[in-house]
């Protein structure tokens, strides 16, 4: 399949900026620039740099040179589920190896999040994802026995467990996700190769079926140079009295 050339554009454009050929505060070639250098009419273009946008990489727009603000594109917070979808978005090869993978009680706190008792067994694993083949975020996931007993059986290295879970018919409904940061620990150190105690990006996920009942705890912690989160509000127009 052919890559649309919006895409490969983007794709270009982002290896420039992480590679520092395009420096932050520098500005972007301009859109006939662009074109010329691509072969590309304005419209794929436009859409590259709008994508770059999203992501805050670059600012700019609206008959201004584009700026390079940033050189780590940041996660659109409603695409923060699945990692390999992220990943893809910013044009980077997601990976995984497994660590471990155990069918054991949970400690009280998990079993407490996940409304259990402390004795009813869970689904742990230790999952090192990675970006372009460098450590990029560590997964401490737990799952009820229900769902999770399935993937002691499965090749966890082959890709998003999300998919592998939805593909088995299991509702997953809504998460809620509470962003902080950590300093590493020894074992995030050692696979994540950073200092131990170097800060980390935490987020601890609660995932729930469409019945409101919890299937998932996770605890993932992000190196912070490969990985970013933004959120964007609205103001509705249609503002209550106070």
């Not at 893809?88 to 471990?100: A, W």
């Not at 593909?167 to 509470?178: P, Y």
């Not at 996770?218 to 970013?228: E, G, H, I, L, N």
Request: aromatic share 4%; with cysteine; glycine share 8%.
């Amino acid at each position: 399949m052919t890559t649309p050339l919006h895409r490969v554009i983007a794709a270009e454009l982002r290896q420039r900026i992480r590679g520092g050929v395009l420096a932050v505060g520098d500005p972007l070639p301009s859109e006939a620039r662009l074109c010329e250098e691509f072969s590309a009419s304005r419209g794929p273009v436009r859409q590259a740099l709008a994508a770059l946008r999203e992501e805050g990489l670059i600012g700019g727009g609206q008959g201004k040179r584009a700026v390079v603000l940033d050189a780590v594109p940041a996660q659109p917070f409603e695409s923060f589920l699945s990692f390999t979808r992220r990943a893809e978005i910013t044009g980077h090869e997601p990976g995984q190896r497994l660590q471990e993978i155990a069918l054991r009680r949970p400690e009280p706190a998990v079993a407490a999040a996940l409304g259990i008792d402390p004795d009813e067994r869970v689904v742990q694993l230790l999952r090192l994802r990675l970006l372009d083949g460098r450590p990029a975020m560590l997964e401490r996931m737990t799952y009820v026995e229900a769902v999770g007993r399935p993937l002691l059986d499965a090749d966890l290295d082959a890709g998003s467990i999300y998919a592998l879970l939805i593909e088995r018919g299991v509702d997953l409904h809504s998460a809620r996700h509470t962003f902080d940061a950590v300093a590493a620990d020894d074992l995030d150190a050692r696979l994540l190769d950073v200092p131990e105690g170097a800060p980390l990006l935490r987020e601890r996920r609660l995932t729930t079926d469409s019945n409101g009942t919890p299937i998932e705890w996770s605890d993932d912690r992000y190196r912070p140079d490969v990985a970013t989160v933004t959120v964007t509000n609205t103001r509705s127009t249609r503002t209550a009295a106070l």
